[in-house]
């Protein structure tokens, strides 16, 4: 029992997921979550509970809860794309036959469709066009017949709704300092040498 307490509470210490439960996706300061669990909506739908303006979100749609996100614009969203992949930020597309960093995205986010061309993960962002449409990113996987693809410039009619969209939200986080991080990671082998003595 003191064995299972120790290695829960080594977990937790350490930030690592318990339980079964996937790690959050943090990329810098902000936690992005996962395109799965919001697709299947509009982008009017979002909009009722997302600030198409700022971003922030209160309220839900269905059993989604938005409430505490940020709905990321696409130049936030080229800023992600820009740091895992070899997008150029801002809004852009990039598309690169045999390329290796398709996959290499999907080891951090899951695809919210496997179709015959490979993986793909999309979803809506809060930045609206003339008319009614707004800016859909997305990231393809390729299968080798398809080029791996990358762009937050694709847009879409506003009232599309699609199993294959989610919406891209964010929320910050806090980046421990060094020095808290080594202070845990000290406690943490201290209590393993400790319980190694009593052996």
């Not at 959050?24 to 739908?45: F, K, M, N």
């Not at 509970?49 to 709905?71: L, N, S």
Request: aromatic share 12%; net charge positive; glycine share 12%.
């Amino acid at each position: 029992m003191k064995r299972r307490f120790c290695m829960i509470a080594a977990a937790l210490l350490l930030g690592l997921p318990v339980f079964g439960h996937a790690a959050p996706i943090v990329i810098g300061d902000a936690q992005w979550r996962e395109l799965t669990e919001t697709r299947g909506h509009s982008w009017y739908q979002v909009a009722s509970v997302c600030d198409f303006r700022t971003g922030a979100c209160d309220g839900r749609i269905g059993e989604i809860d938005f409430t505490g996100w940020t709905w990321a614009s696409t130049w936030e969203v080229g800023d992600l794309f820009r740091t895992l992949t070899p997008h150029a930020g801002g809004v852009a597309r990039l598309f690169e036959q045999d390329a290796y960093w398709g996959s290499l995205f999907f080891n951090v986010f899951a695809p919210t469709i496997h179709a015959g061309f490979g993986r793909y993960a999309g979803g809506w962002t809060r930045t609206a066009i003339k008319g009614n449409r707004a800016v859909r990113a997305h990231v393809i996987d390729g299968n080798g017949l398809r080029a791996d693809e990358v762009n937050n410039a694709l847009t879409a009619r506003m009232d599309t709704r699609h199993r294959a969209n989610g919406v891209w939200l964010y929320r910050s986080v806090q980046v421990p300092e060094p020095g808290a991080l080594l202070l845990v990671m000290a406690g943490v082998a201290g209590m393993v040498a400790a319980r190694r003595r009593r052996l």
